[in-house]
Nanobody, 123 residues
Framework: QVQLVESGGGLVQAGGSLRLSCAAS????????MGWFRQAPGKEREFVAG????????YYADSVKGRFTISRDNAKNTVYLQMNSLKSEDTAVYFC????????????????WGQGTQVTVSS
C-alpha cells in the first residue's frame, strides 16, 4: 500500500512558477513509477508528466513540454513537479499517482492516487 500526499498548490499570476511536491509512504517508493495528472472543472483527468522508478526516464504532455519538469528524490520518498511560465489553462487540481506499470501516460495504469492540490493561474 502506498499513500500519497500532494502539497505546493496555490494562486499564481500567469508567467509565474510553482513547485508541487508529493510525499509517499512506504519503503518501496523507488519500485514505483510516478505520474502527475490534472483535472480542470468539467474536464477529464489528463496526464501531465511521468517519471520512472529510478528517475532516468521522464515523459510529458505536449501542452507542458518545455515548461514543466518532473523529478524525484527516492531518499525522501518524494516526487516533484516544477511548473514555470504558467498559463491560465494550467488551472486545475493536480494529482500525483503511483504505478508498478511501465506505461505512464494512461490514468488507468495507476494503482495509487493522492487527494490533489489546487493550482489557480490568474491572467
Amino acid at each position: 500500500q502506498v499513500q500519497l500526499v500532494e502539497s505546493g498548490g496555490g494562486l499564481v499570476q500567469a508567467g509565474g512558477s510553482l513547485r508541487l511536491s508529493c510525499a509517499a509512504s512506504g519503503r518501496t517508493f523507488s519500485s514505483y513509477a510516478m505520474g502527475w495528472f490534472r483535472q480542470a472543472p468539467g474536464k477529464e483527468r489528463e496526464f501531465v508528466a511521468g517519471i520512472s522508478g529510478g528517475g532516468g526516464s521522464t515523459y510529458y504532455a505536449d501542452s507542458v513540454k518545455g515548461r514543466f519538469t518532473i523529478s524525484r528524490d527516492n531518499a525522501k520518498n518524494t516526487v516533484y513537479l516544477q511548473m514555470n511560465s504558467l498559463k491560465s489553462e494550467d488551472t486545475a487540481v493536480y494529482f500525483c499517482a503511483a504505478t508498478s506499470d511501465s506505461y505512464l501516460k494512461s490514468r488507468t495504469t495507476y494503482d495509487y492516487w493522492g487527494q490533489g492540490t489546487q493550482v489557480t493561474v490568474s491572467s
